[in-house]
């Protein structure tokens, strides 16, 4: 496999003043080079689009740098190797990085990670058994301190995320495990196809008032996606020394102004709650950990998860703004065969 004379790639347009639009995105046509001393040329396959690149689009530098107008947006991606100057990788190997939103990819030989095939198909690399996956894990187990007592919230729970940690904390013996989605559909999907114990769609009235009809007994552990009203009911709910693990707040993205912050928190002080942010980014020390614990269960069918996928370079916009509009169910990804 060699490179083409021509590729394209996902640039950004201009930067969006609260929800983007495709207007934000521009498609230009390059030519790939061959890969330097310890650099790989990657055919990407398969990209990924997350929720987090929503705040890339922005001119603020966060925990991650801001996307540069006119250059092309970065992200998760799978890929064969077509050309290796690099020690250890050979042409056709399989390896996930991050400059996704482009057909073709040259990097450093040491921004790749070479994947197992016979583990799981390629995308779940992007999904279950990727960032997303590690985020659930890393968010239950390290942040949250979840235990077989535990009855847990998952906003979002349709999601790559929160799909996946609604699941491991059944798997790992947590008493009640009570999920929201925005359909009724994605309601059904997450009772029945992945074994949450209730759900409740959050468009069919207030998070509060669903969340205490299914939580008689209050929650101990809070997975939140979402924000907003979902995180002021989850206060509200939650059981003396409750743990809130702050995942993202996708509720809140595109709003253009800052948003207020949720009523009620002296119980924050009078249930001794604990909340704490966490990123995915400052965990990839555990991923074999996780990789170790989470993939045989992927492999046997205990651990279930759902793909949404467009397909061509074009639609990647597209995907985007889907996924942020919660049209996904699970994991959000391009096929760029």
Known sequence: MSAPVTAREVRLAARPNGWPTEDNFEIATVTPEQPG??????????????????????????????????????????????????????????????LGWREYALLDATAARRVDPEL??????????GAPGLTAYAGLFEIAGLTTDDVVFVSGAAGAVGSLAGQLAKLHGARKVIGSAGSDEKVRHITEDLGFDAAFNYKKGPVGEQLAELADEGIDVYFDNVGGDHLEAAIHNMNDFGRIAMCGAISQYNEAEAQPGPRG???????????????VLDH??????????????????????????????????????????GENTGKMLVDLR
Not at 286 to 296: K, S
């Open 120 to 129: 799981a198909e390629p995308n779940a690399f992007l999904g279950v058994l």
């Open 37 to 98: 001393p310890g650099q790989l040329l990657v055919r990407n396959l398969v990209m990924s689009v997350d929720p987090a690149m929503r705040g890339q689009m922005n001119d603020k530098h966060t925990y991650v740098p801001p996307f540069q107008i006119g250059e092309p947006l970065t992200g998760a991606a799978i890929g064969k190797v077509a050309a290796s100057a690099a020690e250890g990788f050979t042409a056709g190997d399989l390896v996930v990085h991050t």
């Open 265 to 279: 928190m002296f119980q924050m002080v009078s249930k001794r709650l604990t909340a704490r942010g966490f990123i």
């Open 284 to 325: 990839f020390d555990q991923y074999q950990q996780f990789l170790e614990h989470v993939g045989p269960w992927v492999r046997d069918g205990r651990i279930r998860y759902e793909e949404t996928v467009l397909n061509g370079l074009e639609k990647a916009p597209e995907a985007f703004l889907g996924m942020m509009r």
